[in-house]
């Protein structure tokens, strides 16, 4: 699996977002000419954003396995600078991801029980087994913003 971050600057236009307990997902989010797909953004971070309002983001993008052998990508913001103020939440983020990873390994082990008679719960397990191999860059979301 593999992730990256991204540095993006420009007019924050919010899509529709879902409450999870430790987040916000954003189902889309542009930034100046940039679009995102499926963005998750922590309530420290979460409570900054406004739709219209110029600021500058940072995103890290983890690679994972969906249960029929695809990858899907997931982003989430650990930065936000706004009137030239950054506001990082990388341990927060961290927390999520972690718990977000297990809450998935095992709801992938359930449903691959449950469908083992139809071998589709094979795919199950070994995309369980395959999730803990992606992982958030924490030394490269350290490093920046500076």
């Known amino acids: 699996m ?3 971050v991204q540095k993006i600057t420009g007019t924050l ?5 879902k409450h999870e307990t430790a987040a916000e997902v954003y189902d889309y989010m542009r930034v100046g000419a940039t679009y995102l797909k499926h963005v998750k953004v922590v309530g420290a971070l979460a409570t900054l954003l406004r739709n219209g309002r110029p600021c500058t983001l940072w995103v890290a993008t983890i690679k ?3 249960p029929f052998l695809f990858k899907t990508e997931i982003r989430m913001v650990y930065a936000v600078e706004i009137g030239g103020v950054v506001h990082k ?3 927060e983020v961290r927390r999520e991801w972690a718990t977000s990873r297990t809450l998935s390994f095992f709801m992938l082990l359930g449903a691959g029980a449950a469908m083992i008679l139809f071998y589709i719960g094979l795919l199950f397990w070994i995309n369980a087994l395959r999730l803990p191999f992606a ?4 030394d490269e979301m350290r490093r920046e913003p500076a």
């Open 2 to 4: 593999t992730s990256m």
């Open 89 to 91: 939440a990388v341990e």
């Open 135 to 138: 992982s958030l860059p924490l």
């Open 64 to 66: 994972t396995p969906t």
């Open 13 to 17: 236009i919010l899509g529709p977002a």
